[in-house]
């Protein structure tokens, strides 16, 4: 280590990849991708994700990492210390984050919800699971425990900041491969149960036709939000790596895995969806309502739907500590806050935005205050700081990483970076020059653009 001798480094390689990879998996995997992939025509979809995560987010990946242990800072730190013009790069991955947490503590709150909905009302969940899903978020009044479990999500967050992360990360070590298996399981499960194969059919078959601006803008955003990309968060992840690591090996392990992770949440929903004929408009319920369905299907469905639901959990506050991390070190570093008072500060004002995104996802909806875009289905404001952070801000954070690295820090220098000045391999070292220099800020450019001027309709 050059920079700062007294910077922790991460005890082995192992420990970074839990922590990238927890990072990387979490809600965003489960419970947006299948409904994304649903909601833009299955087969195409999943094509367009895996070229999206092959060519921009590994390279993008790559380029965070390398900009991160080069110089052992954080996001804002790291451009800073590269390029003094440039650390406003960091500052806007810091707003992005923000805005994420906001409603990634809510969700994460539903997912605690359902533990104890599994454990102590699970026939009222499986009576009807769309009804329940709708009675947490305020069809039948103020939601009130879905509120309070995001608080206790957002507090547990901001908890584990303040206190090292080193304890969940051990209980990583667990739980993320018990998570892996169960998927695997589920997913079976999902796709073998009676009228799944429409389902599976759905996934597999490519119609070209579902393909428009939006649909690769869709896809561009997922792959950046699930992959944690676009906001500098593996950025400072890998200011704590030695020059001992491989970051060629670990970026290919991290994007392979997240995408598993995606795939097997894919296939497990969308068949149940099928089977079950649960698919509301909101593909934010699937996760939620439709694989009440499969877990009614299976032996011990409720301690297994508690389960998931408690890995779920688990999965999301690795991903949110890493989300509020990022903003609270820009405001103690770069605003000379202290750490107690940044969590606070921040936790309040996550809480208010946040207890908006819930309501606004029924109660103020059919009360009508947010006017939605067709009917009373689509709740603006939810959709609103969803498509500001994975169309928008995450894109264009991405966007000026990787201009960034390809014009002003240079290939070359992340190149030597990411070999360790030449100890490990890398083969894919001219594309990765060719694609952060040109394919990555074109196409991104591109594609926010086209998919801001084409068509908006479909989510
Ligand atoms: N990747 C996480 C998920 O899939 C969410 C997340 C964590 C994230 N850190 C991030 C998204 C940084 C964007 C940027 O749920």
Known sequence: MTANENRAEFGSTLGFILSAAGSAVGLGNIWKFPGKAYACGGGAFLIVYLIMVALIGTSVMMAEFTIGRKTHKGAVGALKELNSKFAWIGGLGVLTGFIIICY???????????????????QTVWADPMAYFLGMLGSNGLPVAALVWALVFLFLTAFIISHGTAGIEKMSTILMPVLFLLLIGLMIRSCTLPGADEGLKYMLHVDWSTINGTAILTALGQAFFSLSLGMGV??????????????????????????????????????????????????????????????????????????????????????????????TAYLVEEKGFERKKALVGLSI????????????????????????????????????????????????????????????????KSITEATSDGKYKFALAKPYAFLVKYVDPIAIGAIIVAGMVFGMNIS
């Open 104 to 122: 990634y503590c809510q969700v994460g709150g539903w997912a605690m919800y359902y533990v104890v909905s599994y454990i102590t009302d699970v």
């Open 234 to 327: 593996m950025i400072t992840y890998a200011s704590y790596l030695s020059k001992d690591d491989n970051l060629v090996s670990n970026t290919g392990i991290i994007c392979v895995l997240d995408t598993l992770v995606a795939l097997f949440a894919g296939f497990m929903i969308i068949p149940a969806v099928f089977a079950t004929g649960i698919a509301p408009g909101m593909g934010g319920a699937f996760g939620f309502a439709t694989l009440a369905g499969v877990f009614m299907a299976i032996p011990g469905g409720q301690f297994i739907g508690m389960l998931f639901y408690f890995l779920l959990f688990f999965a999301a506050i690795t991903s949110s500590t890493s989300i509020l991390e990022g903003c």
């Open 349 to 412: 004002v996550i809480a208010i935005i946040g207890t908006l995104y819930t309501l606004s996802q029924v109660y103020m909806n059919i009360k009508g205050i947010w006017i939605s875009r067709s009917g009373l289905e689509f709740p603006i404001f939810g959709d609103f700081l969803e498509y500001l952070t994975d169309r928008l801000l995450l894109p264009l954070g991405a966007f000026f990483t990787t201009f960034f690295v390809g014009w002003i820090w240079g290939p070359d």
